[in-house]
């Protein structure tokens, strides 16, 4: 315990967290093409550090392209919606051997009911609903 993380780890963490910005200006992009108008820098004033798809809805909310998150969602945003942009998160396999390589502890939270396995897709977890 209290063994700050390599650099390696580091840099494997900043990678992430540019992985999720590109996402992010690529649903900028996206959100574009059906006119609706907002920069990444008001979104991620919104979620600072961990931007993402309920900041937007928020943003889109405020600026009045939708009457409630719920309807950025159903039309925009949510997996099957017009401009959902695909996720590139690390295997889990890969995420949880970073984290025992940084002296890491690996652990899901409770409120995890499934997670994606490569070669399977997502898999409910034991304690469900």
């Known amino acids: 315990m209290g063994q700050e993380p390599s650099e390696e780890?580091?840099?494997?963490?900043?990678?992430?967290?540019?992985?999720?910005?590109?996402?992010?200006?690529?649903?900028?992009d996206k959100l574009r093409q059906y006119g609706v108008e907002m920069t990444l820098e008001e979104v991620e004033r919104k979620g600072?550090?961990?931007?993402?798809?309920?900041?937007?809805?928020?943003?889109?909310?405020?600026?009045?392209?939708?009457?409630?998150?719920?309807?950025?969602?159903?039309?925009?945003?949510?997996?099957?919606?017009?401009?959902?942009?695909?996720?590139?998160?690390p295997q889990l396999s890969q995420s949880i051997a970073r984290l025992r390589q940084a002296g890491g502890c690996p652990a899901l939270?409770?409120?995890s009911q499934s997670l994606w396995v490569s070669g399977y897709g997502r898999?409910?977890?034991?304690?469900?609903e």
């Open 123 to 128: 898999v409910g977890l034991p304690w469900g």
């Open 9 to 28: 780890f580091l840099s494997w963490l900043g990678q992430m967290q540019q992985t999720r910005r590109d996402r992010n200006q690529k649903l900028i």
């Open 48 to 89: 600072r550090s961990l931007t993402g798809r309920p900041y937007f809805a928020r943003v889109m909310v405020e600026k009045g392209y939708v009457p409630d998150m719920e309807t950025a969602f159903r039309e925009y945003l949510d997996e099957s919606a017009r401009a959902y942009v695909e996720r590139q998160d």
């Open 109 to 111: 939270p409770r409120s």
